[in-house]
């Protein structure tokens, strides 16, 4: 019996994450756009929307979605009032009304299930639980060292290597949490090296932890970066391309020699828990290791700082917001099956 439940990517960015997207958005039944940037800020927004058991409220809500300047909702192809049309007839949670745009453009290409991607979303996993409690996460982690050299490189990457490593470091501690907190239907990890060496034997235990049949497309995600990559992401050119481990290793040359070290010193118990195999190289100096732990506690401090005013919105926040789109969130929520043609108006 097929499912309905959602699935999100997860990862530290330039961890291959693009690339699953395309492979799942290459299955017959899921369609993974690419990233949005509107659902994080929405729910951190939620208040000022209201209750969107109320159609206006709703009505604004997706509004903002399909009209606001940094959602990029103009790269799904999606119709923006045909959207908030959708929306407002929809069920009234807040969840409902963010899914509603990844329904909506699971149905354009004809397809019953719908996946999103984010690297960041590693630290929301709980948010995303509350407005998707059937969600499915997939964590796709690669070498450490390989995830900073490739960060140093793109042009919208601000921070420097220290940072890079300590986002690593935070990436592979969520996924770490998740994995023993969530049920084990709910949360699955597996390692870019190991994608790109054996797609097909990877992808088939992907499909088996997100309840579909495996399609050989899936290895051939190439062919959908041109629907579903923006062209202004040069960074994602690889995507066009063949799978390959080309791009495995290239730390060795692309790392400066205290970056190496530094890498292996602080991120080395998380690097060869996950099979990756130390160079050996001299000890990193302490002004280093000081600049990463700084690198570390300053994220973590911004973390709980959202993570206390959250706290504070939810005792506050004026409706429901788990969705009630899928089999799984009605069942939880006791609502009745739905009909196929329910939510969108034809």
């Known amino acids: 019996m097929h499912t309905d439940r959602p699935v999100f990517v997860v990862g530290c960015p330039r961890s291959g994450t693009t690339m699953l997207q395309l492979m799942l958005h290459s299955h017959p039944r899921i369609a993974v756009p690419p990233e949005t940037r509107f659902l994080v800020p929405a729910y951190f927004s939620r208040r000022a929307y209201g209750d969107m058991r109320l159609a206006d409220n709703r009505r604004k809500l997706a509004t903002w979605i399909a009209e606001g300047r940094t959602t990029k909702f ?31 453009y699971a149905e354009r290409f004809g397809k019953p299930r719908w996946g999103d991607k984010r690297p960041s979303y590693y630290r929301h996993v709980e948010m995303l639980m509350r407005m998707f409690p059937d969600a499915q996460f997939v964590h796709l982690v690669r070498d450490g060292r390989d995830c900073v050299a490739s960060l140093k490189q793109m042009p919208w990457y601000k921070a420097d290597a220290v940072h890079a490593m300590a986002n690593w470091a935070e990436a592979i501690d969520f996924g770490r949490r998740h994995a023993r907190k969530l049920p084990a239907d709910s949360f699955y990890e597996l390692r870019y090296e190991d994608l790109t060496a054996d797609p097909e034997t990877e992808l088939k235990k992907l499909c088996v932890f997100i ?91 911004a973390r709980l700082r959202k993570y206390n005013r959250d706290r504070l919105t939810r005792l506050r926040e004026p409706g429901p917001i788990a969705a009630l789109l899928t089999e799984g969130q009605r069942r939880l929520a006791g609502l009745p099956q739905q009909r196929s043609a329910e939510l969108i108006p034809r």
């Open 74 to 104: 103009h790269e799904l192809g999606l119709s923006r009032p045909d959207f908030v049309q959708a929306a407002m007839l929809g069920p009234g949670s807040f969840g409902s009304v963010i899914g509603m745009v990844f329904k909506s």
């Open 211 to 301: 309840g579909e049949d495996y399609d050989p497309g899936m290895c051939e995600p190439r062919h959908m970066a041109e629907l579903a990559v923006p062209k202004h992401k040069v960074w994602h050119s690889n995507t066009h391309e063949e799978v390959t481990t080309a791009h495995s290793g290239k730390w060795a040359s692309r790392l400066e020699p205290w970056e190496i070290s530094l890498c292996e010193e602080v991120l080395g118990e998380r690097l060869t828990a996950y099979g990756y195999e130390l160079s050996g190289a001299r000890k990193a100096d302490r002004e280093h290791v000081a600049a990463f732990k700084a690198a570390a506690a300053k994220r973590r401090a």
